[in-house]
């Protein structure tokens, strides 16, 4: 019995190293948990390629859970918003909506898509959720009210290789093909998005990273403001 429980005791504490070894393998890839720590908002403007079309995104999030994403493709235009609780979508000239019930689940998690996963598995205690850790090389996090995302680190670099989450029966992967450091922080450059044909897939490349630009919390609002340049 004594050795029963001894075994399953070492089992125990060895996924326990296991997960938090892998966590902050990720960390210290990134450029360390106090760089992040120190991160309160980051504003980013990409790039997009889907298919023929072309578009551009402009995007703010805070280490919260608050975001606001402006993207438009082609002719047309979309504006999300979120604030921690509830959200709001515009399309094109349209007036802003109440998210659904289904995307309000899809952006409890969106949130914290990309590099903004850092913001949930390495702080923890600011957020409710799960975290697991699958294998040696894959981070599951699933935030409270929302859905299911698997990380998996490159085993050369310890970066996000891939992200893969499932949006109603379709399984979204995002390959991270490169990065940049942006004051002591590895974020991803481009990546690649696709759901199982990557010819209807989407590639983006971020052109510009701002960390701790000052947000106001009318732009998480349901109404449309005018947003600052930078």
Not at 27 to 32: L, N
Request: proline content about 5%; overall charge neutral.
């Amino acid at each position: 019995m004594r050795k029963a429980l001894f075994m399953i005791s070492l089992v125990l504490a060895s996924t326990a190293f296991a997960a938090d070894g892998l966590v902050e393998r990720w960390e210290r890839a990134v450029g360390g948990r106090d760089k992040v720590a120190a991160i309160k908002s980051i504003y980013r403007e990409a790039t997009v390629e889907l298919g023929p079309y072309q578009g551009t995104i402009k995007i703010w999030h805070t280490s919260d859970g608050k975001y606001r994403k402006e993207e438009r493709i082609a002719t047309l235009s979309t504006i999300e918003t979120f604030d921690g609780t509830n959200g709001t979508v515009q399309e094109g000239s349209q007036p802003p909506r109440a998210m659904t019930a289904a995307e309000l689940e899809q952006n409890r998690s969106k949130r914290f898509s990309n590099s903004n996963a850092m913001f949930f598995v390495f702080f923890p205690e600011r957020h409710h959720g799960t975290i697991t850790t699958e294998r040696d090389d894959a981070v599951v996090f699933k935030p409270e009210g929302g859905i299911e995302w698997r990380v998996t680190l490159d085993p050369q670099t310890s970066l996000p290789k891939t992200m893969v989450h499932q949006e109603g029966q379709r399984t979204i992967t995002v390959n991270f093909v490169a990065y940049e450091t942006v004051d002591g922080i590895k974020f991803e450059k481009e990546i690649h998005r696709s759901a199982g044909n990557p010819q209807q897939g989407a590639v983006i490349r971020f052109t510009k990273t701002v960390l701790n630009p000052p947000v106001d919390a009318s732009m998480f609002a349901s109404t449309p403001v005018a947003t600052p340049s930078h």
